[in-house]
């Protein structure tokens, strides 16, 4: 009967740590993130060949505007400024 109570001192000693080995393994598990689930992937019609690709459209030359103002310098303009007058409207 000497050796029961180290026995049973022991035993408990063994499952309580085997308890808290197995708690904190399964705590563990769940903060991984899930493992990825694997999607087939849908290709667009057009990268298959069921549906041809659209060409792209041409580029146009850009045009270069017309300069408003002729000669490039718009004395009416500037006359009419300095006299205190709106910026005209239209011409």
């Known amino acids: 009967m000497r050796i029961l109570r180290p ?3 022991g035993l408990v000693v063994t499952l309580s740590t085997a308890i808290v080995v197995f708690v904190t393994a399964d705590r563990l ?3 991984a ?3 990825p689930v694997a999607r087939a992937v849908t290709l667009e019609p057009s990268a298959t060949g069921s ?3 659209p060409m792209p459209a041409p580029v146009a030359a850009m045009k270069k505007a017309a300069p408003s103002i002729p000669n490039g310098y718009d004395t009416e303009r500037l006359r009419a400024l ?3 007058d709106p910026i005209m409207r239209g011409r």
């Open 33 to 35: 993130p899930p493992a």
């Open 51 to 53: 549906i041809p690709a």
């Open 82 to 84: 300095m006299a205190g």
């Open 7 to 9: 026995f049973l001192g």
């Open 29 to 31: 598990t769940h903060l």
